[in-house]
Each structure stands twice: as structure tokens, then as C-alpha cells.
């Protein structure tokens, strides 16, 4: 039987509910229903056939006459379709997500109108990391009205069978994160016209099977406006409620229920008060200080130092910590750089210095790694703090992840004069020194080094243990046996020979290998095998989180609890997004998951099996996800480790097809294009690349290299026609180097043009050319890492000057 609308509306939970729009919904904002749309397309291409669908219709239509002008004659029925009545209260709620099978960009009218972020998926090329993570999340299973590949866009409206067997994968990802939201015992509200619409029927038996398949507690529910008391009884023996009413019924009783007292803004302090979306994406210091979340058995380990461990005195200073801090009092200085090795302890340093400059009377965040960084808010929050005349600091940690951001940030805080807000980076040389960077964060910054530990630090680490009785505690017996002189000559060699990767690692006497592989083999088999693998997707640079372990080890959502468990202090998990169900899972330290990882996956066979099934199991929908795919791609720990590059370029294809608007994957696979010598397969990618987006800094790059490859490689090339090929390639540089003047891998491969060119003429003039340019560059960026560039090429140049004279003589 069905309930009433009031029953459904005290249920509701926005946090906790995904909407469903079918047919229907939008017909009160003048949007044309299907039996319309069928209507109108039959009499415009003269169709005759009163059972033919939408597709079928649709489909006559275009074979009749073309794509253009069937998307034409359907654009005509949805002119001056606006939002109107009811639907314009949809963005007061913050909806878990919003699926839709129509057309129409009525919720997106809404949205624009209520100046509320909405983040909108209406073809694969959506599916990229987005700046606001808290946008609610709108699903187009059918694509939008606005975009189609009529107009030359890369999306397709899908209206066709054709369109549906082509876009197949996209609509599958969907119904993935349809999946993920049901199973995370949301509650399913699918609002249509009528139970006769094939379009929702799919929907709801999609919604069926997977509740029935998940037992995970969630509810579905029908709001249906046209009354159907025989299908409705249908639907409610398979377990799915029913109400009818329309979408008006429905937000004009989710407003009587909730309060219409808007209550009076008042300022508390909060520099984050006017800046909302950076709540759920920042740690707050002063709400983390608290020296009662201290955990010495944590650090001890291998974790990070948490603020309240640092205020516990639970470490020792490093004296980078202090040396950053100074810097940044000075009102002219703006960030802070700090780069070392995974397992040198860069992260409580930072943290250490964060806590100097709030003990100054610094405002301090930290950025959580997960989330895109929020330019246009902190630039908003800096310039609180400036008209205030207060000054904050944010740390951000994996700053090579958030570089695009990181530099947008800087220039626009340079551009404006504010030093109000000081920013400390943290990252691993070999991810930072290969990109590219704004000369602002060098010229209005430092850049600081930590390695091993220095004998200061290892006088600062023994007080540390002979002062804090808990930490003596932990201290192996057999060491705690030598005298001071004996400890410091002990710790000096140990840290010396090893980095610092936790207190159990310095203090102990055997191999940190040994120590993790006996941690490991105490473990039973099901926890092994969760450990290996978030150890191996860790290391590999994958987002590990709840849901994605879930899907690879095959455990279901209540096996979950229990097996975090079993590894306490082994893998912690945190929150990444609660609202979407996206818990992070994480190895206690990088070197750990290192060595869990070379043990457990050393056969390359197996890690590209991982690397496979993580890849094939990937929902694009998720930013974390597609984060995912660019770390794979990284050139230390990613696809880099399998020699087989025909293997990589598998891999690489297969992320370009889920997730088609992402450039690092085509970047990689032209790349390894280049350097196998497929230079026709290489070239045809550059010409996809530049189809679908505007040329980049990359893709130039990639252009130069392929045409100094092929002049050079490619057999039976007359000399005049290598020649010709090089010119082609310096042509194209010199344009090049003037639209990214500040990019310093296409300044680099100007360079590289430069030496084969000099190599096979004798001619330095486009070396000298070249030179110049990035010498210039060396002065007006201040990249140290162009300093070292500048230097190589230099001894090339020579090195081949003195190979042609040895040759002449």
C-alpha cells in the first residue's frame, strides 16, 4: 500500500538522499515529455509509426537527414524551458547526489540562480578532478541538451540506440556511483510521471538489483505523480515503496518541515566564516593542538607527528622547522619549500614550524592532500587576514599534487600584494623538480632541504629520550644499555646508513626490513592480504580508500570494520568525504608501503595484475578516483616500475578511455610512443590531443621530440631530408618558446633541438638560440632545477664540440 508524502518527507535526510529524476520532473518548468519529443521529430522529418520509442524516432530521424539537424528540431521543444515553481527549493538542500534520465538543464538553472555549486557529469569527458568538492554531485544519464558532437563538442546527447551503444561505458560509470550510493545505505528517491516510462523502469530495476545484491540497508523510494495503484503493488512486493504526488508535493512539505528562520549572521573570528567550502577540506590547528590527542605509540611507529604530539613534546626539533618559521615573520617573504626523500620526517617538520608560527600569534591550516585546493577562497581568507591585520599560515603537504592550484595561489596573492597569509610546501624532489613552477613561489620564497638527521638533531633526539619517560619506555632495552657517547656514535652511523623513518627504526638493532616483514607474517592470511595491498596501491601513488579495497579484496561493507581492526596501527582510516561514503585507507608511513610493497609484489607479473584490476575498477565520478589515474602515471612508483612499455601503453589506453579529459594518461602514452619509435601512432595521438583541448605546454613539447626523433632514427632519410625535418621541428620551438616562456621542459627540448642539430650540421646557431633562452629563463624563474639543466646542456654542446675536432683532425 502506498504511504503518504508526509511519511516519505520525515524520512528524508538531504546528507543521506540521492534523487532520481525521470520524465516528468521537470514538466511543471515547460520542459516537452517524451511522447511530445516523439511527437514533434515524427512531424518534422515526416515519420510515421505510433509505436516508435524516443530512440527509434530519433534515430529515423537522423539517418533521414543528419545529426545537426535532428539536435536542432529537439533544441527547438526545450527553448525557454527555464526552472520554475517547486524545483527552485532543490539547491536549499545539500542532496547526496542527483541523478536525472532527462534532458533538460532545469537543476542547473536552479542552481545558477541560487548562486549554488553544482558539479555536473553529462558525458565521460566530465569525469576530471573538480574544484569544489563540496558541490552536490548532478549524474546526466542521458546527456544534456547543451552539448552534443553536432556542435563539434566531445560529448553526445543520447537519444539514439546508436548514441546508447556508444556511450555504453560512460552510462555504466553511473550507474557505478548509483551503486556506491545505494550501497552506502542511502536512501533512494526517484521522482518521475509515470511507472510506464521505460527510461525510469531501467532506473528503478537498476536501483533493485543492486539493493538486493548489497543487503546494505538502503531504501527506495517511487514518488510518482500519475497514479497507478496496479504497478505500484508490483514494485512494492520486490521491497520499494511507493508514493504519489508530484515534485511541488513534495518541496512544499520538505518546507513546512523545516524551520523558515533564517537567523542573523554573526562574526565569531572565524577567518573561514565567509569561505564555507574550505571546512570540509581543511584542518583547523587550533581545534588539533590539544596535547590530549597525543600518540606516542603512533609516532613511535612510523605515523606522522600530529599537532598535539608536537605540543606534548613528543618530538624533537629539526632545525629546518625553525629555520622556515623565521623566514616567514618577515612581512615580505610568502612560502616556504620544503623537499626531501619519503621517510626524512618533512611532514612534522612542517608541522613543527607551523606550530612556531602559531605560538607567534599565526592563524593556522593545513590543507588535506585529498581535496583540490580552493584558489579563489584562500585568496579571499588572505585578504581577511590582511584588512584585519592578521596573519595566518597553510601548510600543504604533496604540494607537487596541487601545483596547478599551488601556483595560481601564489601569483594571485603576489599580484594583489598580500603576505598575509604565508604558505609552506612540502613535496619529494623527484615529484617537484620535473614540473613546472611559477618564479613567484621562488622569488617571493625559500626552498629548504631535509635528509638524514644531523648530529644536532641526534643530541635534540637522546634528550628527547631521557626526558620524556614514555618515550624511554619505548626505547629497546639493548640500546638504552650504552652510555650517551656510545648512543650519539651508534645513532650517527645507524642514521647515516638508514633515513628516519620512525623512533622503532633508529633505536632498533636489526634491518627496518625485518622488523615490517615480522610485523607481516604475524598477521593472519585475510589481513595480510588487505596489508599488502593497500601497502602496493599506496606506494604505487593510488588514493587508497574504503570503497575502492572493498571492490579489489572482494570483502563486503560488514566484513569492513572488523578488518581495521585487526590492523590497528597498521592502517588507519580518515575521512575524505563522508557525505559520499569515501573513507581514505592508509599505510602508516610511505617507506613502510615501500617495503611491504617490494616484498609482497616483487614478480612484475603481479603488480600489473594489481595495476589492471584497480584501473578496471575505477569510478571516474569519484575525484579521488581520477586522482588515482594521474599518480599512476607518475615516473617513480606508478606504471614506470613495469619494463614493458607495449604493457604501460595497455594500461594507459584503457585510463584514457574511462576518463578521456584527463591529459596526464595521453601525455604518458605519446611519450612512450616517442621513445619506441612509433612515431605515426605518436603523431596521431598529438592530433587527438589537440582536437579535443587547445595545445599545451606538454603537447609542444612532445611535438619538438617526435620530429627530433624521427629526423634522427627513422632509416633511409636522405641528410637534406633529416635536415629539413629539424628546421620543421625549430620553426615550431621558436613559436613555442615564446607562448610558454615560463615552461621549462619546452625551453628544454628548444635545447635538445638545438645539440642534434649541431650533432648533424655542425651549426650552433639554434643551440646558441636555445641557450639563451633558457639562461634568461634560469634568471627570471630562479628554478634551481634550471640551473642544473642549464649546466647539462652545456656540457653536451661541448663534449660534441670536441668529438667533431677529434673528428676533423
Known sequence: MAISIQQLIEEIVPERTVLVFGAGASVDSDAPSAAQLIELIGSEFGIRGESLTLAEVSGLAERKRSRVDLISCLRKAFKGVRAKGAIL?????????????????????????????????????????????????????????????????????????????????????????????LTDGSHIVIIGQSLADPDLREVIQKALAIHQKSMSGGRITLLLYTRDESRASLFEARGIRVVFGGVDDFFLALAKRNSSTVMAFEDTGDFLEHTPRLRPVTINVADEVDADKANLSAIFNGWPARYGDITRNFTFDRTVAAEIAEYLRSSDNLCALLLGASGVGKTTAARQAVIRLRNAQYLAWEHKSDHALIVDDWVSVATRLKNASKVGVLFIDDAHAHLMSVNDLVDALVGANIFSLKIILVSTRSHWNPRVKTPNIYLKGVERHLSQLSGAEIDRLLTLVETVPQVRSLVESGFGGFSRYEQRRRLLDRCEADMFVCLKNIFASEKFDDIILREFAGLDPDQQEIYKLVAAMEHAGIRVHRQLVMRLASISAHQVASSLQSLTDIIHEYGVNEKEGIYGWRVRHAVIASIVSRYKFSDVEKITELFTKVINQISPTYDIEIRTIRELCNIESGLAVIPDKHIQNTLLRRMMSIAPAERVPRHRLIRNLIEQGDFDQAESEIRIFEKDFRRDGPIVRYRILLMIARAIETPGLMREDREAILQQACDLAVVAVEQFESNKTVLSAYCELGVETYKLTGNAAVYDAAIEKLKKAEGRLADPEITKM????????????MVQISQAE
Open 89 to 181: 527549493n532543490l539547491p536549499l538542500y545539500n542532496w547526496k547526489s542527483i541523478f536525472t534520465t532527462n534532458y533538460d538543464e532545469v537543476v542547473e538553472d536552479a542552481y545558477k540562480r541560487k548562486l549554488k555549486p553544482l558539479t555536473v557529469f553529462s558525458s565521460n569527458f566530465d569525469f576530471t578532478v573538480h574544484a569544489d568538492p563540496a558541490a552536490v554531485k548532478y549524474l546526466k544519464l542521458h546527456g544534456t541538451i547543451g552539448k552534443d558532437i553536432a556542435d563539434g563538442h566531445v560529448s553526445r546527447m543520447i537519444i539514439t540506440d546508436l548514441d546508447y551503444d556508444l556511450t555504453q561505458d560512460y552510462r555504466e560509470a553511473l550507474y557505478i556511483r548509483f551503486s556506491a550510493d
Open 790 to 801: 642549464v649546466a647539462r646542456f652545456q656540457r653536451r654542446i661541448t663534449s660534441q664540440s
